[in-house]
């Protein structure tokens, strides 16, 4: 929005030519989408609170989380309107990515605002169900899928991408919508799964974010992508503003959610910003790096799924509990103990995935 005002400023003054540069905007994104967490949290997270909207506690879980019943819930809110306002102010609203991821993005939310407030409003533990949920995410993913598919304008932009080789990438043709929904949905419901402990979720998707829009920006510049023998994209570039406006809307939204959290961001969070990350993966052809870099994520969801699959056909369980960070807080880590050592794991995990860039 203001890209195209400075455009048609720097006709007559020059200095607004700077606007044109993706850093200077990137930037710009995250310190408009940390303003705006910043300034507008304190009186959202009293609106929640006042309205009950508080966070109910599993009556199974570790006895230290039984303090946090009634925190208020649903703060997602708070992040997906800084990422809105901030990459509608600094991107280029004509490019096609920038759109997807968008509205990508709000349509989990959407569905996760939904399941929140049957659950904290209406009082019905199962929210909207995992029929409907799933039924609503599956058909968000699967449009997201299809535009990127129908609209490709090369080849590269729907083959898998195999890192630490200049030369390998699969042609998917059709079940590329198959593998971008699965990469959606499937890290949607990840972040969700990871969203247990204060700030656990949020800062692993900030880093992870903050690597993507240097795919982002590497990808959709020819001779950054040329002299790293990754595939161009053109116009790819653009999400490097996105990615910079989940960096500031991420670590503001933590000022209020660090331990210990006087706010949750509840599904409408959870899943838009799993989502994100996902579909901007798909867009940047760096799927197989995400399940690096967001290895958090990954393992939690494995640890669901283990301990399910366990418990069903030997009726033993691996895990004290799951998600994977409540066994260890069952086995007397402190919260944030286990917090800060998730956030390592991820440092390291981001830093592998970066490195894919020149290790080839």
């Known amino acids: 929005m203001l890209l195209y005002l400075f455009d048609t400023l720097a006709h007559d003054i020059s200095f607004f030519n700077v606007f044109r540069y993706l850093?200077?905007?990137?930037?710009?994104?995250?310190?408009?989408?940390?303003?705006?967490?910043?300034?507008?949290?304190?009186?959202?997270?009293?609106?929640?609170?006042?309205?009950?909207?508080?966070q109910t506690v599993r009556d199974d879980g570790p006895e230290t989380h039984f303090a946090k019943a009634g925190t208020p819930t649903m703060g997602g809110a708070l992040i997906l309107v800084?990422?809105?306002?901030?990459?509608?102010?600094?991107?280029?609203?004509?490019?096609r990515f920038i759109w997807v991821i968008l509205l990508t993005t709000l349509a989990f939310g959407i569905i996760g605002w939904v399941d929140d407030y049957k659950k904290l409003i209406h009082k019905n533990p199962r929210g909207i169900g995992a029929r409907a949920k799933f039924f609503w995410q599956t058909a968000a993913g699967l449009a997201a899928a299809g535009f990127i598919y129908h609209t490709a304008q090369s080849p590269v932009e729907t083959q898998l991408i195999v890192p630490f080789?200049?030369?390998?990438?699969?042609?998917?043709?059709?079940?590329?919508?198959?593998?971008t929904y699965l990469v959606i949905v499937g890290f949607s419901n990840a972040v969700n799964l990871t969203d247990g402990?204060?700030?656990?979720?949020?800062?692993?998707?900030?880093?992870?974010?903050?690597?993507?829009?240097?795919?982002?920006?590497?990808?959709?510049?020819?001779q950054f992508a040329g002299y790293l023998g990754i595939p161009y994209i053109a116009g790819v570039g653009e999400v490097l503003v996105f990615c910079a406006a989940?960096?500031?809307a991420g670590l503001g939204f933590l000022w209020f959610n660090t331990y210990p959290a006087t706010v949750f961001m509840g599904d409408i969070g959870a899943l838009a910003l799993g989502a994100a990350l996902?579909?901007?993966?798909?867009?940047?052809?760096?799927?197989?790096?995400?399940?690096?870099?967001?290895?958090?994520?990954?393992?939690?969801?494995?640890?669901?799924i283990l301990q399910v699959a366990s418990y069903k056909l030997i009726g033993k369980r691996i895990f004290k509990m799951a998600p994977l960070h409540h066994h260890f807080e069952l086995k007397?880590?402190?919260?944030?103990?286990?917090?800060?050592?998730?956030?390592?794991?991820?440092i390291i995990l981001v830093l592998s995935g970066l490195a894919t860039l020149k290790l080839r």
């Open 165 to 179: 080789f200049k030369n390998v990438a699969v042609e998917l043709g059709p079940w590329f919508i198959v593998f």
């Open 246 to 248: 989940i960096v500031g």
């Open 197 to 222: 402990l204060d700030g656990l979720a949020i800062m692993p998707t900030v880093m992870v974010a903050g690597a993507l829009a240097v795919f982002a920006y590497v990808t959709g510049n020819t």
């Open 332 to 346: 007397g880590w402190p919260e944030p103990r286990v917090i800060v050592r998730f956030w390592i794991i991820t």
């Open 278 to 304: 996902g579909i901007v993966a798909v867009v940047v052809r760096q799927e197989i790096v995400l399940l690096i870099m967001g290895g958090i994520f990954v393992m939690e969801t494995a640890s669901v």
């Open 23 to 54: 850093t200077l905007r990137g930037i710009l994104g995250v310190l408009t989408a940390l303003a705006i967490c910043l300034l507008i949290g304190p009186g959202m997270i009293r609106r929640l609170g006042h309205r009950q909207i508080g």
């Open 82 to 95: 800084a990422i809105l306002i901030a990459t509608l102010l600094w991107a280029d609203l004509s490019n």
